[in-house]
Structures are given as C-alpha cells and as structure tokens.
C-alpha cells in the first residue's frame, strides 16, 4: 500500500513537472537558484559586516594618529558615526588634539552620544588657558547634552569668571541640563544680581526647569552609551 502510494505521488510531480512549458521550468528553476544565492549572499554580506566593522574601528583609531588632520577629523566622524560603545575612549583622547577642528567634532560627538565618562576630561578644557573660547563654548553644549550631574560644579566655577554675554548665556543653559537643587540657590542670585535683564531672565528659568525636574514627574538623566548598551544586553538575556 505504501509504494503504490510513493509510486503515485511521484507520477502526479512528474506529470506537473512535464506539464510546465520549458519556459515555465526554466524560470522555476531560476526562481529556486535566485532564493539560495540570495540566502547564501545575505549570510555572506552578515559576515563580512561583522568583520567589516571591527576592522574599521581598528583603522579608525589608527588614523587618529595620523599627520594630516584632515585624516584625523575624518577618522573622528567614522567613529562618532559608528555608535560602537568601544569608540568613547578614543574619541574622548581626539579631544586633546592640537586641530581645532578635530577637538570640536570630537567634543561634539561626545555630547551626542552622551557619554558621562566624559564629563570630568571636557570639564577640564574649560578651565585651560590655551583653549579658545569658542572651544569651551562646545564644551558647554556637549557636557548640557550629556546631563551628567558632575558637570555643574565646574560650570558654576566657570560662570564666575568674567565672560561675555553669549558665554554666559550658554553655560546657563548647560547649568540647567545637568544642575540639581544644589546649583538653585547660584541661579536664584544671578536671577536677581546680573547686570543683564537677558542673563537674569535666562538664570530665572533655568530655576524654573530645574524645580520642575525635581517634581515627582521627574525622569532620570539619559545614561552614557556604554551603559545603554549594557542595559540593552541585560534585558535581552533575560528574555531568552
């Protein structure tokens, strides 16, 4: 019974198959190769990719060492661009170059991904004679991004200095990112001392913000990359 059953199921393929014009078989056949090229490619592609991205972070950070600064700024976007939690390291290090332009980009990479380990070697640059200004304004912005609660001492130290209006304005700004109730009473009094009706409306909000992200309503500081990634894998793990 069960050959005359194996014998029949062969003869009905057989009689489908050979009923196919030979057009109709070719494309099957091409249809049947085109789906296993396609699975082997994509396995293929899935390989490379992997080694692909670990042998770019490798030449990546073997360009920062390079003469050119063109060379250098360029490894720092490839870095930054990547979003790989082992590139915080480095692009914390391309922060003490000697271009200017591959110490902004790095800083402002830094600050995109919000990396905390970060904050105290950007803090630092605030406070060094031979960095420019315009340097230490991006130090600001990217430490306001970060959100690191480590940061509003140093800026409070740093709006003690004689600055300009715009330097003021900013670091306030990156005061209220990352301040908490101890920086309240600082902000309160340039509210009511500055000079400036613009710098005391801006220190006034800034109050503002800050009691209001002490409420209950209050969501935490966005941690560093690595630690997303950690947490990210964390919970992965649990699930499986």
């Not at 230490?136 to 001492?153: C, S, T, Y």
């Amino acid at each position: 019974m069960l050959l005359r059953q194996s014998v029949f199921s062969f003869l009905v393929l057989s009689c489908c198959w050979l009923a196919l014009p030979p057009l109709g078989q070719a494309q099957f056949l091409s249809q049947g190769e085109r789906i296993g090229s396609q699975m082997t490619g994509d396995r293929a592609r899935d390989r490379v990719d992997r080694k692909k991205k670990g042998a770019n972070i490798t030449e990546w950070v073997r360009r920062l060492n390079n003469d050119r600064p063109e060379t250098r700024l360029e490894a720092v976007k490839s870095l930054g661009d990547s979003k790989d939690p082992e590139v915080i390291a480095h692009l914390v290090n391309a922060t003490a170059d000697i271009d200017i332009r591959v110490k902004i980009k790095a800083i402002e990479y830094l600050g995109n991904l919000r990396a905390t380990d970060a904050t105290p070697v950007l803090a630092q640059q605030l406070f060094l004679r031979n960095t420019h200004m315009g340097v230490k304004k991006k130090v600001l912005i990217a430490l306001g991004k970060i959100g690191d609660p480590r940061g509003a001492e140093p800026i409070i130290e740093f709006l003690r200095r004689d600055l300009d209006e715009n330097a003021k304005g900013i670091a306030i700004y990156a005061l209220r990112d990352v301040g908490n109730e101890q920086v309240l009473v600082f902000l309160d009094n340039i509210a009511a001392d500055d000079s400036s009706q613009p710098i005391k409306q801006l220190a006034a909000r800034a109050a503002t913000d800050i009691r209001n992200r002490l409420s209950p309503e209050y969501e935490p500081v966005i941690p560093t990359y690595i630690q997303q990634v950690e947490l990210r894998n964390q919970a992965e793990q649990g699930r499986q």
